[in-house]
Each structure stands twice: as C-alpha cells, then as structure tokens.
C-alpha cells in the first residue's frame, strides 16, 4: 500500500536540496573575503577613498581593510556645490531666531577639517598613491592643519601631491606657505613625489629650486597664484620633468628652463623673459595673459623651441605694447602644429584675417582650429574682410574648425566668424560651442549654416551638446 505522504516528502525532498544548494552558493559568492589581505590592500587601493570607506560594510573582513589603502585620498570642499544646504539652513536657522551671516559656512568648514583629520589618524599603511585637497570657501583654513595634512603626505611617500586652498571672490595669491624646513623633515621622501600641484599655495623661488633638485622622480610641477615666486629657475638636466605649469604668479620676472625633456609647457602670465636652453621634445604649449601677445609679435624669436609643437594654445590680445596694429609678423613654419587654439581679442579684424589666411601655408599639417572671438565687434564694417583662399588650402589637412564660446547674437560676432572662414580650407566639420547664454538667448543659426554652405559646401555643421571649457 503506498504512502500518502510520499508526494509531499519528495516535494521537501527536493526543497531541501535547493535551500541546500543556495546556502552553498552565498557561501561561495563570499570567495573574495578568502583572499589574502594583500590581495584585498590591491583592491581596494584601486578604490576611489568614499569607495574604499563603502566596503568596511561588506563582513568583519572588510571592517578596517580600506585604512591600509595605498590608493589615492582625496578630499573635495567647495560651499558653492552646497548652496541649497545653504539655503535651507539659513531658513531653519532664521525660523529660531539664531542666524549668523557666517554660521553655515564655520559649521561646513569645521565639519570638513574633522573629517580630513579623521580619516588620516585612521590610515595605517605606510604609502599612498596621491593626497589631494582641494577648498574654495569664504574662510581660510588654520595653517597648523594644512601643514598637519602636508606632513602626511610626505610622510607616506605620496607620488602625488595636490593642494588647492581658494578663496570665494577676488584672491589673487594663496594664504598657506611651503617652506623649506618643512620640506627638509622628509628630504629621504621627496624621491617618491611624481607629481606637485600647488594652487594658491604660496612657495618662493629657493623652495621651488630645492623641489627640483631632491625630487629626482618629478615628472610635473605646476604652480598657479603663488604671489611669492619670484624668479623660476629650473635646473638642468632633469630627464624625469616632462610637464611645466607656470598659472598667474604675477611677481614673476623671469623663467629659465634647462631641463632636457620638457613634453608641455603652459605658461599664462605677464610679458617676461622665458628662455629655454634647449626643448627637442617640446610638443604641447598653451601661453596666456600679456605673455601670449608678446610672443606672437616676437613669434620669430621663439622659432628654434616651438618648430617641433604638436599642439598650442594662444590667447591674442591688443593692447598698447603689442598687437595694436594691422600688420601681422612673419610666422615662423611649424611643419608638426597639428591643433591650435585661439582666443582672440584683436582690435582690428583685418590684422584676424591676414593672420587666418597664413595658417594652411605655415602649418602644413594641421588638422584641428579652435577659436573664440572675446570682444564685441561692430557690424556692417568687415565684408571686406572675406579673403580669397590660397592655393595652399587646396592641399590642407584641416578636418575640424570649433568656435568656441559661441553666442550667436551679435551681428559683429557672426561677420567676424564669415571672415575668418573664407580664409581657411574646407573642414570636414564646423562644430559650435555655445557659450553659458545660448540656452536662454536661443540664437538662430540658420544664417550661420547657410553661409557656412556657400563657403565650405561639403563642410557639415554641428551644435556640441555640451559646454566645452574654454582652454
């Protein structure tokens, strides 16, 4: 006589066997936390830092592992990507009657200082990859903790070391200075240091010179708003310094580089002596400010360092000493320019057009021009402007033309643009860059498109989707 309950014993059966089964895969799904620690160190070294913190939840394993990371640590603080938190505590703090016009910020501030202090008491691996801080608040940071934060950093042998400390409204130079006893504490650990990025950092010329020449592994330095530098000397041969950036320190008075490998150069600033000794690998520069028009008007001067430049960038501008006429000086050739871009503030259209209608014949090879146009030209005066394209353009390389910042509104601006491009060959692309107002002026550009047809008919027009920075 058969069983009764023998359907439902081979139903549990077969249920016990699945739970079976599934207890032995979650089992096995956990095979990473089996790994040796410093296989788990590796991962989550890899790890951006609120990443590697996220996987203290994993199991008990995985509780302290991300304080052993030998990744990057990174700490962001800006009061202008919180401004709705701004709003909504000044509200609620307006409701019970305890406003302070700086309340908001000192609490942020402070809650960020502590955070930062936290995390690095907590880490206990003896490297890290990078050590980046980056603040721009009302208030400035007390030095005793920057210096704290930098001590660190060198301390774990940062290959990368970024500090950015601005301030909200008009700061022209930084508030925290490196000096050379600080740096000298850990003169055995400035071998590791790949890269030193210093924004509103004040460093002198003597501190720099000292990073140069114990940073034997340094392959980029840049300094940005550093009112204390006042001579830059960088010392010879240097074959691991590969990238210069030189941003705003306007007391500078001069630059002498010898360093043998230099790859990029930027250099935005006041008109003063820059010379190199020598620059065979020299393939990107971007130069700007007051710098930028006299190296153009002296263009001939600079012809033996840039002749091998695959990329530059220019900001022109006329100004009393430089570029305030109609004559354009020799451009030198620059067979390997293969992108430039422009940012063009000329008085005079016609000295624009002339220097336009040079570029196929001093740079064969050029492939990419990006310009913006920065000053309001009047309309009705540059139709005589547009230039008959040279025999060179026939035979050019040029496949892209951007218009950067483009508004789109001006009539001036638009026969500017008609100018330049019946100076140039026919690109395979026009492609527009709005600037921050397209969206609320919404220009029309059909007369742009019909006039890009009559010049360039195989040349397609497009409206980027997205707002490029402007260098």
Known sequence: MSNPLTPVLKRCDSQMQYCSYQWKCCKSADRLSDLPNDILVLIVSRLRLKEAVRTSLLSRRWKNMWTYTAGTLNFHYSEESSIYEDCLRIYLQSRTKILDDNGPHIVKMSEFIKLVNHVLSLHQGPTIEEFEVFVKSCGAISEKYIEKWVEFALGKRAKRLKLDFSLKGHQMHGYFSITKPLLRKFKSNLSSLTVLSL???????????????????????????AGSLLRLKVPGPLPQLKCLKIIRCDCLNWIQIHAINI????????????????????????????????????????????????????????????LSDEVVPELPILENLRVLELDLGINSVEYICNFFAALPRKCPLLTRLSFSISREYDAGQYKGCWT?????????????????????????????????????????????????LWEFKKPNIKDLSKKLKMMHPKAELIKSSCLRPLF
């Open 199 to 225: 924004k509103y950092v004040e460093v002198t010329s003597k501190v720099i010179y000292y990073v140069l020449l114990k940073c034997s592994a340094l392959e980029e330095l840049h300094v940005a708003h």
């Open 263 to 322: 790859v990029s150069f930027t250099y935005h600033g006041r008109d003063i002596p820059v010379t190199f000794k020598t620059a065979p690998r020299l393939v990107n520069t971007s130069l700007r400010g007051l710098y930028a028009s006299y190296f153009v008007q002296n263009i001939g001067k600079y012809s033996s360092y840039i002749q091998n430049v695959e990329s530059l960038v220019l900001e022109i501008r006329s100004s009393e000493k430089y």
């Open 388 to 436: 008959k394209r040279s025999s060179e353009c026939l035979h050019s390389q040029l496949k892209v033309i951007e218009l950067l910042n483009f508004c789109g509104r001006s009539k001036g601006e638009a026969e500017v643009i008609y100018s330049i491009l019946s100076c140039l060959p026919s690109p395979d692309q026009v492609i527009l860059h709005p600037n921050l």
